[in-house]
């Protein structure tokens, strides 16, 4: 039985906590060999929604395998500068030793980072926060842009949703990949996000805008990128005219047409070789003409390769 426990800290963010707990639950009703635990350094302790829960103190003694999942809070200068939150960092001292895996969602990293135990590491948080997170762990490698990152027995997610991919991470590594796709098929995500995915999603960015036009036409690639969209299709689409759609476009969209779509299907990409998918069965299914023009493409907007990327 592998021990887990979430520590809070006063106006936690509800969403840090109960998506991965309830991903840890249902993982239990799985199967999954999981106890969990609620701890922190206040007795009673008020969410980020102003519900108040009675949790358990922060544990003398830290089972050898135990997993620490830290959350993170409404104002991180405020809330981190509390007697309750000191003590949790000088807690995370004494007890975070290489037996004890530790993960940290959203501004959980900061916790860490005050404590010294993201020094050397690669690490990252919600992207709002991540010269925070540099300023607090000048000696770690704070990386941008990323759903999770993992380094040695510490693992750092974005936050808010991307606290439930690290949970499905954690499930599919302690109890088996069954049980991790059951949870996910459980909860209804759409698709399991790796941790060097992008925090914004290219399926949201692009969008903050308010033509309606632009818009129309963006849900048409969007519903179906792996298509062919030519401009005289989609403009006729959106009663426009091809030169009017272009130039409205790339006004309001900040990108051009073709570039939205290679966006798309470069991310259609990923999704299909996390599930397992060859690179010539992804550059398929995404609507490339072959892998070749996959990887032309690919390198526009991504490091390394596609094959790089593969589940």
Not at 58 to 81: F, H, K, Q, R
Request: proline share 6%.
């Amino acid at each position: 039985m592998q021990d887990i426990w979430f520590l809070l800290t006063p106006r936690y963010l509800a969403l840090d906590f109960v998506g991965p707990a309830e991903a840890l639950r249902m993982a239990i009703d799985e199967g999954a060999p999981f106890r969990l635990h609620v701890a922190g350094p206040a007795r009673e302790c008020v969410s980020s929604l102003g519900l108040a829960s009675l949790i358990d103190p922060l544990p003398d003694i830290l089972p050898s395998g135990s997993l620490v999942l830290l959350c993170g809070t409404v104002d991180e200068d405020a809330d981190y500068a509390t007697p309750e939150a000191q003590q949790l960092v000088a807690w995370l001292r004494r007890h975070i030793t290489p037996q004890v895996q530790l993960a940290t969602i959203c501004s959980g990293a900061l916790l860490a980072g005050m404590a010294g135990l993201l020094d050397g590491r690669a690490c990252t948080t919600h992207h709002s926060i991540v010269a925070k997170l540099a300023a607090v762990a000048p000696a770690a490698r704070v990386l941008d842009n990323r759903i999770y990152v993992e380094d040695g027995n510490i693992a750092t997610s974005a936050g808010i949703t991307t606290g439930m991919d690290l949970a499905l991470t954690l499930i599919e590594r302690h109890a088996g990949a069954d049980i991790a796709g059951r949870v996910a098929r459980r909860m209804v995500l759409y698709a399991r996000r790796a941790g060097d995915d992008p925090q914004l999603s290219p399926w949201l960015a692009f969008r903050n805008h308010l033509h309606p036009a632009v818009h129309r036409a963006q849900d048409l690639i969007a519903r179906e990128p792996a298509q062919r969209w030519p401009v005289e299709v989609l403009a006729e689409r959106v009663h426009l005219s091809p030169r009017h759609l272009t130039r409205l476009f790339r006004e309001q969209a900040g990108v051009g047409i073709v570039e939205y779509q290679q966006r798309l299907r470069i991310a259609v990409v990923r999704q299909l070789l996390q599930q397992g998918s060859s690179v010539e069965r992804a550059a398929e299914g995404a609507g490339f003409a072959s892998a070749r023009d996959l990887r032309r493409v690919w390198h526009k907007y991504q490091p390394g390769s596609p094959g790089q990327h593969g589940g």
